[in-house]
């Protein structure tokens, strides 16, 4: 549970500078994970570091009646001259782990599973790694809110999936405050969700709810919600369409980095993110398609000798994919 | 495998006292390695960059002048003496105005703040310093330098002010440095005129008559000189030197700096 009362922010206090938050009341239930969805700059990113305790507020207060972890991104945290190693020592140490430091190496270690670039000094490691690591650590220690922000935009597939089983194991024990452009990631671990728009915060029991509104107070652009499919026929149907979605977000940026910059509307990267959700839809599709195409195999192979039909549209769509 | 990652710490409910040993310990540690550990002989440069200042200034004295004593001191101690008084001072001054903007990426665990940054630098400078001094002596009396303090519990003790007067002026400085950053590059200016009026390398008793009261402002001199009173036996100096003014000087930044962390806490995260 935490709650917000009357949270004013606003960053160089000078006289007339206006409120990144105003007047923010909310009660976060414990065990709902939110979605916090807003534009840039309308403080997505200052509520989560103020929940974290990160950043005091002007006026107000946040009652913090749980665990809550540090903000698990990509920027600070982490000494760049010391090796993954002795970071992950460090924070051990601040969080009180005194006796069960090595078994909090040996856990991170596992589950970053960066080789042997965690004797390496942080600043030698790429941007995924150091989200493997930032993951990693963040894991090891039993709070009940993790506030993550951007921390699953980087990582590769087989990353990704590994930290939401890792989250999804914890569901029910820990819920998840989470700053996140990519719309399929919100979906995929949030029940409820808050709106940031002009310093005022609306919460939505919906994370849906809450992605609709935020489109439509943006520029009117409603996301298609996912099909459910059936069988190969609907599946082939979804994925072509999800395809033509692809296209469409690709030639909006295409269009978008045409014009001079800064005049476009909507902003590039809120493109870019179309572009990465739209991407991640396609391959949804191509998924359910491989997987109907498998079970028809099965029945087929349980028939007969012959081979099933090669399906070609997959490689054409992997190879679409590939080249954003 | 995600299986393998089960949590192993519970973030327990701490008090505030225990959090606080925790954060200066992890600190200590960190400090310490990055320190000792980081640049490429960062062990031979702490101690042969005070010995070669040292050897600087003893060749540069026997060339200009005459006579190898210093008011009853055998120069080369006298020296040592107050380059290991007054590097002490400083250093902690210097290390403590980076220690905020250093640490900067840490203030994202809220058990950190920014005190706890300066303090820990300063506990580490004063103990490596200590050590140094400790070694010089050992060094010093093999070579035969009667490097030995006459009265070594007045030396501790003298030490020890000077160790709280540059943490003090370290707690004070960091958080001005870091507000305002125009305050540092003042006080790395300043560092060669006070180490000037310091009595450090100018012994206080060749200073005009007229101009000692106001040498004696600085606190610096009050703790040099009384360390070397309890250093050498049979070493004078002005009359005036009191400890009770350079407690006064710490215990006075002590406290400011102190308030200065607290009042501007949360700006000096936010920078």
Not at chain 1, 96 to 114: K, M, N, Q, R
Not at chain 2, 43 to 71: D, K, N, Q, Y
Not at chain 2, 137 to 160: A, K, R, S, T, Y
Not at chain 2, 186 to 212: A, E, F
Request: glycine share 10%; charged share 25%.
């Amino acid at each position: 549970m935490i709650d917000i009362r009357h949270l004013y922010k606003r960053y160089h206090n000078h006289h007339g500078s206006q409120w990144v938050l105003e007047d923010i009341n909310l009660s976060i239930p414990a065990g709902v994970s939110v979605g916090l969805l807003g534009r840039n700059g309308a403080g997505k990113s200052t509520l989560l570091r103020l929940i974290g305790g990160m950043d005091t507020p002007d006026r107000g207060e946040i009652v913090r009646a749980s665990r809550v972890s540090w903000p698990i991104g990509l920027a600070g945290g982490f000494q760049g001259s010391m090796t993954g190693r002795q970071n992950v020592k460090f924070v051990a140490r601040i969080h009180g782990a005194d006796d069960e430091i090595e078994e909090i190496i040996a856990a991170v270690e596992s589950f970053a599973d960066i080789g042997r670039a965690f004797d390496e000094p942080i600043k030698t490691y790429s941007s995924g790694m150091r989200s493997r690591l930032a993951f990693g650590l963040s894991l090891a220690f039993d709070f009940d809110v993790y506030l993550s922000d951007e921390a699953t935009a980087v990582g590769d597939r087989h990353f990704k999936q590994k930290a939401s089983e890792a989250f999804k194991a914890r569901i029910g024990r820990a819920s998840l405050i989470m700053v996140s452009h990519g719309e399929g990631v919100l979906r995929e671990f949030c029940q409820a969700g808050i709106l940031l728009d002009r310093g005022r915060a609306f919460w939505f029991d919906e994370i849906e709810d809450a992605i609709e509104a935020y489109h439509s107070a943006g520029d009117g652009y409603v996301p298609p919600r996912l099909a459910t499919v059936r069988n190969l026929e609907e599946a082939k149907q979804a994925l072509a369409e999800a395809n033509a979605r692809f296209d469409a977000a690709r030639e909006a940026l295409d269009a978008a980095g045409d014009s001079a910059a800064g005049t476009a509307d909507p902003p590039e990267e809120t493109l870019r993110w179309r572009l990465d959700d739209a991407r991640e839809r396609v391959h949804e599709a191509r998924r359910q398609v491989q997987q109907f195409t498998a079970r028809k195999g099965r029945k087929r192979a349980a028939r007969g000798p012959d081979r099933p039909p090669k399906n070609t549209s997959h490689d054409k769509t992997s190879a679409k994919a590939k080249r954003s | 495998m995600a299986d393998s990652l089960l949590p192993v710490a519970g973030a327990r409910r701490r008090g505030a006292w225990r959090v606080a040993r925790s954060v200066w310990f992890a600190m200590f540690m960190r400090e310490a390695i990055s320190r000792t550990m980081a640049d490429r002989m960062g062990w031979f440069w702490m101690i042969f960059e005070p010995l070669a200042i040292i050897g600087v200034m003893v060749s540069i004295r026997g060339l200009f002048m005459s006579g190898s004593e210093i008011s009853g001191a055998d120069h080369v101690p006298w020296m040592i003496v107050g380059l290991m008084g007054f590097g002490l001072f400083r250093e902690n001054m210097m290390r403590a105005l980076g220690a905020i903007d250093a640490n900067k990426g840490l203030f994202a665990y809220r058990q950190v703040k920014p005190v706890d940054t300066v303090l820990v630098r300063c506990f580490l400078e004063g103990m490596l310093k200590s050590f140094l001094f400790l070694m010089f002596m050992l060094i010093g009396n093999l070579l035969q330098f009667e490097l030995m303090p006459d009265h070594p519990l007045g030396v501790l003790l003298d030490w020890l002010s000077l160790w709280a007067l540059g943490w003090g002026a370290g707690l004070t400085v960091s958080v001005l440095g870091d507000l305002v950053p125009e305050f540092g590059r003042v006080v790395r200016i300043l560092n060669l005129p006070l180490l000037l009026l310091s009595g450090v390398i100018l012994p206080v008793m060749y200073v005009p008559y007229p101009y000692r009261d106001y040498l004696l402002w600085n606190p610096l001199v009050h703790g040099l000189e009384s360390m070397r009173v309890a250093f050498f036996p049979g070493y004078h100096t002005l009359d005036d030197i009191d400890m009770t003014y350079l407690w006064f000087w710490a215990l006075s930044l002590l406290a400011l700096g102190l308030l200065l962390h607290i009042r501007f806490a949360a700006k000096l995260k936010a920078h």
